[in-house]
């Protein structure tokens, strides 16, 4: 070969390279797998979180460049520099460049409500009973034709027998930056007589700088609409800048007492284990805030009085299991990672030093599952689902799921049937496919189950499908 052809070829080679790097659709799926693989868990998969936002540091190649590499959200979003090439990274920034220019026209998917789903031979569907909703968060039943619900930018309503809609006003002031708003609602077990509704929310402190936040829990009586005489029974302690992992569930058990969880607001390696703080933990009140005395840190020094179990790191589920009366939670893993657990007085659930998951940036912070002197998860999801919202099957409307513990997922859009004999798990199936971002699972005093979704901001119900 004479060295002018070698040359040629060389040229042709190089040329070729050149093109092959830019060529938008490698990029394209280079960029988009890395996207599923990284960033979808948190934005959504279709990059839904983004729609309509109000970008904070811009939408440039510049701006976006340095969101991944610095991570945001004070620790919310890691830093991905040194976990991602710098190709990888630019891989990236050209996919959510191009990606976000068609967030426009971005339109939800709608579930298919002519569908009918199928769990064993069993076939059901679901059955609308509000749209057009502002993210909807908790549910609460007084009886079988009224139930309260909640909106996360900080909404109360109370629907009655005949379908009418009404909103309560007075609620709290609530912080819903982020993850935090006004999250769930429950009733006092004598609502009927007494009255008290609980509303848990992010509160704000507002001092100099950014405003600092906690999970925190009020009472209130309703007159004329309007939330009344209102008692806050739970702060969590410390406050801080953080928006995210607020936990926020309530849930009472037979005897009366109340159960709250709240997160671990993001800062893994300095609340969950630090019984002097409230984040990352259960709690347990009697229903007016008193502490009760046999509360298992009482008696310990600087520990916080109504802490029950601790070692978690965001439960945004729990529930009491009637035929036990056991309370569970389940909790977001990091990457991988989330679980259900069966909450025990005292208990160590293990958050961060055990873990099932990893970093969201890939790296690892822990390569232990389980210790002795930490209590084990019943069930855990990797990859995870995203948990949100669960219920006990306690009624004969759906064969084959009384007994087990229905689970939102906002990742996958849909529900998880974990069945539970003798506390442990036997295996899961997926109900609901394609359903929408769970928030909120209720068994309603009738027996019929209820599901709240975002995007669309729905709430329904789940109705046996029968023939014409
Ligand atoms: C664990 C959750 C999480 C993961 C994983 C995550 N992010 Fe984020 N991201 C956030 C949060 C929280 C914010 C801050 C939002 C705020 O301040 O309102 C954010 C902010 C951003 C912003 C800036 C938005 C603005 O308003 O300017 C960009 C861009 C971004 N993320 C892209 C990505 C990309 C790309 C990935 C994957 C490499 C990723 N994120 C992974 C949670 C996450």
């Known amino acids: ?46 990059m839904q979180a983004f729609v309509h936002h109000e970008w904070n540091f811009g939408t440039g190649k510049d701006a976006i460049k340095e969101s991944i590499m610095k991570g945001r959200g004070e620790g919310a979003m890691p830093s991905y520099e040194g976990a991602l090439s710098d190709k990888e990274i630019d891989n990236l920034v050209a996919y959510l460049v191009d990606g976000i220019n ?35 968060w908790g549910i609460a039943f007084v009886d079988a034709e009224s139930y309260f619900f909640t909106e996360k930018k900080g909404k109360l309503f109370r629907v009655y027998k005949s379908g009418a809609t009404v909103e309560i006003d007075n609620v709290p002031e609530v912080n819903s930056a982020g993850q935090g708003g006004l999250m769930d609602v429950e009733l006092h077990p004598d609502f009927k007589d007494n009255g008290w509704i609980y509303l848990s929310y992010s509160k704000t402190k ?62 893994r390696s300095v609340n969950p284990q630090d019984l002097s703080k409230s984040a990352g933990k259960v709690h347990r009140l009697y229903d007016d805030g008193r502490v009760p005395t046999d509360n298992p840190f009482v008696d310990q020094q600087n520990a916080v009085s109504s802490i029950y179990s601790f070692g978690h790191r965001n439960q945004q589920g729990m529930a009491m299991d009637p035929n036990t009366g056991v309370i569970w939670t389940h909790e977001h893993g990091p990457r991988g990672g989330d679980e259900l657990n069966r909450i025990i007085k005292s208990e160590n659930y293990g958050w961060p030093v055990v873990s099932y998951g990893i970093n969201y940036n890939g790296t690892r912070f822990t390569d232990e599952t389980d210790r002795p002197e930490f ?16 219920d006990f099957v306690t009624s004969d409307v759906y064969p084959g799921w009384k007994g087990h513990v229905l689970i939102g997922s906002l990742k996958f ?56």
């Open 1 to 46: 070969m004479n060295g002018n052809r070698v040359f040629f070829m060389t040229l042709i080679g190089a040329f070729l390279t050149a093109f092959c790097t830019v060529d938008e659709s490698t990029t394209d799926t280079e960029g988009a797998k890395l996207y599923q693989e990284y960033c979808a868990d948190c934005h959504g998969k279709e």
């Open 102 to 136: 068609k967030l426009d026209s971005y339109q939800p998917p709608e579930p298919d409500l002519s569908k009918i789903y199928k769990s064993g031979s069993f076939e059901y569907r679901l059955e609308t009973v509000h749209e057009d909703l502002d993210s909807p």
């Open 206 to 267: 507002s001092g100099v700088g950014r405003k600092s936040n906690t999970t925190a829990v009020s009472r209130f009586q309703i007159k004329d609409n309007m939330l009344v005489n209102e008692q806050e029974i739970f702060e969590g302690k410390p406050y801080s800048t953080t928006r995210h992992h607020y936990g926020s569930r309530m849930i009472f058990d037979r005897e009366g007492y109340l159960y709250i969880t709240m997160g671990d607001r993001g800062a």
């Open 375 to 390: 209590e084990s998860p019943t069930h855990y999801w990797v990859p995870s689902i995203a948990p949100c919202g669960m």
């Open 413 to 468: 859009e849909q529900v998880n049937l974990v069945r539970i004999q003798n506390n442990q798990s036997m295996g899961e199936e997926v109900l609901m496919k394609g359903l929408g971002r769970v928030r909120d699972i209720k068994q309603s005093p009738d027996g019929y189950i209820y599901v709240s979704v975002e995007r669309p901001g729905r709430i329904y119900r789940v109705v046996p499908w029968e023939e014409g």
